[in-house]
T-cell receptor, first 116, second 115 residues
Framework: AQKITQTQPGMFVQEKEAVTLDCTYD???????LFWYKQPSSGEMIFLIY??????QNATEGRYSLNFQKARKSANLVISASQLGDSAMYFC?????????????FGPGTSLSVIP | GAVVSQHPSRVICKSGTSVKIECRSL??????MFWYRQFPKQSLMLMAT?????????EQGVEKDKFLINHASLTLSTLTVTSAHPEDSSFYIC???????????FGPGTRLTVT
């Protein structure tokens, strides 16, 4: 069964606008972490933001914020004030702390294109 | 910071030969490293978990005799693709977690092309 779902294969956003990339996950582990990574065409994986399952507040890192809704098992990434350099693949990922020995599993990804 | 390097960044080899890819944590010790494979326009698929001083743990469907993993020290893990075939052509990425830090650090990846 798919543990991480990203329902948007491709997204477009106007430069300077905000965009939300969806991510839902499935786990029975009470302790887990959620990540978002950016992968530009160069292939490197760039860490954006992390949310722990026990964190009370939504994570924020600069222009990135994570809309964490635990009951719905969703962890959407919000990018504010989009820039042309934000065009890339974005992957949501999860680490199950108790059952998966630190393995990070990735979703299928969303391709984001920022339009000038 | 925490830096993970991979070598080589690109390699082309002939079918039937073996290729070794190195993954190093440059400024921290990593008892566990992970190897991923990524085909074009697809996500990263975890292949195996590499543990220092012990045998690697492979994900279902990954041939352990074809993808040999050695974690010889706390800063080095190697992936050897044995008897490579064109279908093994892919982007191979390693990652490592620093103790007591949430973030997973990724290497820059190795693009393998088997002709």
């Amino acid at each position: 069964a798919q543990k991480i779902t990203q329902t948007q294969p491709g997204m477009f956003v106007q430069e300077k606008e905000a965009v939300t990339l969806d991510c839902t996950y499935d786990t029975s582990d009470p302790s887990y972490g959620l990540f978002w990574y950016k992968q530009p065409s160069s292939g490197e994986m760039i860490f954006l933001i992390y949310q722990g399952s026990y964190d009370q507040q939504n994570a924020t890192e600069g222009r990135y914020s994570l809309n964490f809704q635990k009951a719905r098992k969703s962890a959407n990434l919000v990018i504010s004030a989009s820039q042309l350099g934000d065009s890339a693949m974005y992957f949501c990922a999860m680490r199950e702390e108790e059952t998966s020995y630190d393995k990070v599993i990735f979703g299928p990804g969303t391709s984001l294109s920022v339009i000038p | 910071g925490a830096v993970v390097s991979q070598h080589p960044s690109r390699v082309i080899c002939k079918s039937g030969t073996s290729v070794k890819i190195e993954c190093r944590s440059l400024d921290f010790q990593a008892t566990t490293m992970f190897w991923y494979r990524q085909f074009p326009k697809q996500s990263l698929m975890l292949m195996a978990t590499s543990n220092e001083g012990s045998k690697a743990t492979y994900e279902q469907g990954v041939e352990k005799d074809k993808f040999l993993i050695n974690h010889a020290s706390l800063t080095l893990s190697t992936l050897t693709v044995t008897s490579a075939h064109p279908e093994d052509s892919s982007f191979y990425i390693c990652s490592a977690r620093k103790t007591d830090v949430d973030e997973q650090y990724f290497g820059p990846g190795t693009r393998l092309t088997v002709t």
